[in-house]
């Protein structure tokens, strides 16, 4: 075969896709040929579609042309008492509670202090484990 060299060792690049290259940018090369007239054509298009009906037509919308907005994490507008899980879950729920705290970033804030709790557990397991086998040590 020719992938390899006088050594028998494969030779660097792929052979078989090197007249497969630039596919990717064939979309974007597409894209470049619509001027703005014809993207206002197809959406009216679309559009018209949708008003009648269509399903498709408002599903490529929907996906394509105004997707849903993706959630931004914004800075928490409270404070919270990183010492006390408890409290600090409880404010958490308190803020989603009263609008103050989207429920995507209340969420992401317990996992958070849930972590953190956990992470609290293993330290103090550790260290009482410690302690156990320093006085079994003694008691030896």
Same mark, same amino acid.
């Given at each position: 075969m020719t992938d390899r060299n006088a050594q028998g060792q494969f030779v660097s690049g792929n052979a078989a896709a090197k007249n497969k290259r630039g596919f990717k940018d064939r979309g974007r090369q597409l894209a470049?040929?619509? *001027? =703005?007239? =014809?993207?206002?054509?197809?959406?009216?298009?679309?559009?018209? @579609?949708?008003?009648?009906?269509?399903?498709?037509?408002l599903s490529l919308i929907s996906r394509y042309? +105004?997707? %849903?907005? @993706?959630?931004?994490?914004? %800075?928490? %507008?409270? @404070?919270?008492?990183? *010492?006390?899980?408890?409290?600090?879950? #409880?404010?958490?729920? @308190?803020? +989603?509670? +009263?609008? $103050?705290?989207? +429920?995507?970033?209340?969420?992401?804030?317990?996992?958070a202090i849930s972590g953190s709790q956990r992470i609290r557990e293993v330290v103090e397991l550790e260290a009482r484990i410690k $302690?156990? $086998?320093? #006085?079994?040590?003694d008691a030896l």
């Open positions: 470049r040929l619509f *001027t =703005d007239a =014809d993207v206002q054509q197809v959406y009216q298009a679309l559009m018209a @579609k949708v008003a009648d009906g269509d399903t498709t037509a042309i +105004a997707p %849903p907005p @993706k959630s931004t994490l914004t %800075p928490t %507008p409270f @404070k919270l008492d990183c *010492t006390d899980p408890i409290s600090s879950a #409880n404010a958490v729920i @308190k803020a +989603a509670a +009263a609008g $103050e705290l989207p +429920a995507d970033v209340a969420r992401i804030l317990m996992d $302690e156990i $086998e320093t #006085n079994l040590k």
